[in-house]
């Protein structure tokens, strides 16, 4: 099992930035082999893919809608997946999902552990 938290959510106004955190705990001996994605979901609609990563970091994956102002990193050793959300717009505004799996990017939702999430309220 992994458990993942979410943080550093927040109220920002467009234009500004934020970083999310994902950190990882049970058997995370092994975390590095995991990929790890980004999701959002906003009220009234349905979850979305946003970023992912690959098990070690070599590859990396965004939805066209946040390319070059969203970047995904990881660092193994602190088991812990980032979000830095640059130029953040009001439709980015959304509670963001970390999810694991083993295997390959997926921008579907065939991930086997989630987070339960941190808001992102971007005001215009």
């Known amino acids: 099992q992994v458990q993942l938290v979410e943080s550093g959510g927040g109220l920002v106004q467009s234009g500004d930035s934020l970083r999310l955190s994902c950190a990882a705990s049970g058997r995370t001996f092994s975390f590095s082999r995991y990929t790890v994605g980004w999701f959002r979901q906003a009220p009234g609609k349905e979850r979305e893919f946003v970023a992912a990563?690959?098990?070690?970091?070599?590859?990396?994956w965004y939805a066209d809608s946040v390319k070059g102002r969203f970047d995904i990193s990881r660092d193994n050793a602190k088991n812990t997946i980032y979000l830095q959300m640059n130029t953040l717009k009001p439709e980015d505004t959304a509670n963001y999902y970390c999810?694991?799996?083993?295997?390959?990017?997926?921008?579907?939702?065939?991930?086997?552990?989630w987070g339960q999430g941190t808001q992102v309220t971007v005001s215009s």
């Open positions: 990563i690959s098990s070690f970091g070599a590859r990396t």
């Open positions: 999810a694991a799996r083993v295997g390959g990017i997926a921008v579907t939702d065939e991930y086997d552990y």
